[in-house]
């Protein structure tokens, strides 16, 4: 059986770094591929007044091969949210997601990360939901590592 509908899913972390260092990994887009592993190569395609990535092309791997998709970024709510969403993708019909970063009380920060993902080819659900749950561990898990080095 195959599912079309897109996956949500949602991933806590706690951080040992402040919020603004948390933050400032997470905005500096250009800098993803020195740390998470599933994005090869980005290109800044615009930029806003304070010369934020706004609207960002991918290549990453994903399923066993490799994928391109363009991402709109919305620092709407900055610093607490970093939210994004896709432009066009080769094998995503959706892709929309948010980091949240709170203070942790103790000199740390607590993340929440959201993501919906709607594949344009049909999947098992099984398989879609084990690729959703790499794309969320390593995407958190290398933000953790990035801040706390």
């Known amino acids: 059986m195959t599912d079309m ?12 770094a402040p919020p603004d260092r ?5 905005a500096d887009i250009e800098r993803y591929p020195e740390w998470a592993k599933d994005i090869k190569d980005v290109v800044v395609r615009s930029r806003d007044e304070q010369r934020r990535p706004t609207e960002v092309e991918f290549r990453a791997s994903a399923l066993g091969r490799s994928t391109h998709y363009t991402l709109a970024y919305d620092y709407s709510n900055a610093p607490t949210t970093l939210a994004w969403t896709m432009v066009k993708g ?3 019909r959706r892709i929309e997601g948010t980091y949240t970063f709170k203070p942790d ?9 959201d993501l919906v993902i709607e594949l344009a080819a049909p999947l098992p659900g099984f398989v879609k939901r084990r690729a959703e749950v790499r794309i969320l561990n390593n995407s958190i898990r290398e933000l953790k590592a990035r801040a706390e080095s």
């Open 5 to 16: 509908a897109a996956e949500t899913a949602t991933e806590h972390i706690t951080i040992a």
């Open 22 to 26: 948390v933050w400032e990994i997470a």
């Open 90 to 92: 080769d094998i995503q």
């Open 105 to 113: 009380g103790s000199g740390g920060t607590d993340v929440q990360y």
